[in-house]
C-alpha cells in the first residue's frame, strides 16, 4: 500500500502536520504569560491549530493513498474525526495549563491525546464507502498507537518547556514528523480488499475532488496562521502601555520627589525598611498541581501582579504565588528587590539592560528565558541610581 502513495502529497502533509505543530505549541507556549481572558483564547486557538493541522495532515495523507477509485467519504464519520481530534487536543493543554502539571497529569493528558489521535484517524478511514472491504494487522495498529501516545508526550513537553526561536522550529518538525509516522504506520497495515462493502453511502457522501477543495482551504488556514504568528509581538508598545495606565499613587510619588529627583541627578528615593524585628524572607510559595512548593528568592528575576495574586518569574517561565504584590514587596530584602511598577518588582542583581520607551523605560532581566520588565516615570531615577548609572548625592 505505501509504495503507492503520491509522494509529493506525502511531503506535503508532513509540512502540514509541522506548521500546524509550531502555530498550535506556539500559541500554547505562551499562556502562562497571558491573563485569564486571553488564557483562554491562547488554549482555544493552540487546540484549533494542532486538531486542524493533525486532520488536515491526516485527509491530505488519504488523498496521497491508492484508494479505490470509487471511494466515497461519509460525511458524519468525517466531522466527527475533527471534532474528537479538537477535543482532545483542547481537554489536554487545558489539563497541562492549570498551575504546575505533575508528572502523573502530563502522562494522563498525552494518553487521552495519543488515544484521541489514534481514534481520529480510524474513524476517519472508516467514513470510507465503497465497493471494498477494510482489513487491518493488529500488531500495526498496536505500533501506531504507540507512535500516537509517544507524539502527544513529547508534544506536552514541548508546551510545558516554553521553546521558541529554533528550539520550537526543531520541536514542530519532531513532531510532525512523529504524527505522519503514526499515520502512515496505520496505513501500512490497511489493506483494501475487493468484496461486499461493510458500509454503504447511504447518508451524506463527498468525493475525493470535494475534499481536496476542503483540505485545500484548511492549508491555507494553516499557513496563514503560521504566516501570522511569525509577525514578532509589539513587546515595546505593550509596555509602554502598562507604564502609561498608572495609578493615583505613581502620581503621589511623584510629588514626593524633590526637583532634582525629578530630573534624574539628586538621591535616589529611600528604600521603604523591612518592619522592625522583621527579617527578609528567603523563600516565596507557589503553588503547583500537587501542593504548594517554594521558590528560593536568589532565583527570582522578577514578580508581577495578577489579580489578588501575583506570578513570579525564575527564569525560565511564571508560576503563581498567592502572595499580593504588596505582600510580597513587603517581606522581601529591599537591598535586593526594587517596585519599579506599580504591577513590578525585580530583583537589581538580574538586570542585564535599561532603556527608555517615551517617558518610561523598560529592564530587561537575564535568564534562560530573558523577559522584559516596564519601568513607570517616576522609578527610573532611583533605578538608575541603584545600578550605579546615577551618582547618589552625599
Not at 453511502?201 to 492549508?219: F, Q
Not at 518588582?345 to 522584559?372: C, F, Q, T
Request: glycine residues 8%; aromatic residues 8%.
Amino acid at each position: 500500500m505505501f509504495v503507492g502513495h503520491n509522494p509529493f502529497l506525502v511531503a506535503l502533509s508532513v509540512v502540514i502536520a509541522i506548521l500546524g505543530g509550531y502555530t498550535g505549541f506556539g500559541l500554547a507556549a505562551r499562556v502562562r504569560d497571558t491573563g485569564s481572558a486571553g488564557r483562554r483564547l491562547l488554549l482555544a486557538g493552540a487546540a484549533f491549530f494542532l486538531a486542524v493541522g493533525v486532520w488536515t495532515m491526516h485527509f491530505v495523507g488519504m488523498l496521497a493513498a491508492p484508494i479505490p477509485l470509487d471511494a466515497t467519504y461519509l460525511i458524519l464519520p468525517t466531522i466527527i474525526s475533527f471534532l474528537i481530534c479538537a477535543l482532545v487536543m483542547g481537554v489536554s493543554l487545558f489539563f497541562v495549563s492549570l498551575d504546575e502539571p505533575s508528572n502523573l497529569r502530563i502522562v494522563a493528558s498525552a494518553l487521552l491525546l495519543g488515544l484521541g489521535i489514534v481514534s481520529m484517524h480510524y474513524v476517519g478511514i472508516h467514513g470510507l464507502a465503497g465497493a471494498f472491504h477494510l482489513e487491518h494487522q493488529h500488531t500495526m495498529m498496536l505500533a501506531a498507537a504507540v507512535i500516537a501516545v509517544g507524539t502527544a508526550y513529547g508534544g506536552l513537553r514541548i508546551f510545558l518547556a516554553r521553546h521558541d526561536g529554533m528550539r520550537l522550529a526543531l520541536s514542530a518538525a519532531a513532531f510532525g514528523i512523529a504524527v505522519s509516522g503514526m499515520h502512515y504506520t496505520a496505513m501500512y497495515e490497511m489493506r483494501f480488499l475487493p468484496g461486499p462493502p461493510l458500509r454503504t453511502a447511504n447518508g451524506l457522501a463527498a468525493s475525493p475532488e470535494v475534499l481536496a477543495v476542503i483540505v485545500s482551504l484548511l492549508c491555507f488556514i494553516i499557513i496563514f496562521g503560521f504566516l501570522l504568528f511569525l509577525v514578532p509581538e509589539p513587546q515595546s508598545r505593550a509596555l509602554m502601555s502598562a507604564s502609561a495606565h498608572e495609578t493615583d499613587t505613581d502620581a503621589f510619588d511623584t510629588t514626593q520627589m524633590s526637583r532634582s529627583d525629578r530630573n534624574g541627578f539628586g538621591s535616589a528615593r529611600a528604600q521603604t525598611p523591612l518592619p522592625t524585628g522583621m527579617a527578609p524572607v528567603t523563600r516565596l510559595p507557589v503553588e503547583g498541581a500537587d501542593g504548594t512548593h517554594f521558590v528560593e528568592v536568589g532565583r527570582i528575576r522578577s514578580i508581577r501582579a495578577n489579580s489578588h495574586y501575583t506570578l513570579i518569574h525564575d527564569g525560565s517561565r511564571e508560576r503563581m504565588c498567592p502572595w499580593a504584590i504588596s505582600h510580597a514587596e513587603a517581606h522581601l530584602d529591599p537591598a535586593t528587590f526594587m517596585r519599579v511598577h506599580r504591577s513590578h518588582i525585580v530583583s537589581i542583581r538580574y538586570v542585564s539592560l535599561i532603556r527608555k520607551e517615551g517617558d518610561s523605560a523598560v529592564v530587561e532581566l537575564d535568564g534562560e528565558v530573558p523577559h522584559l520588565v516596564p519601568v513607570s516615570r517616576v522609578r527610573i531615577a532611583e533605578l538608575r541610581a541603584r545600578l550605579g548609572l546615577i551618582r547618589r548625592s552625599v
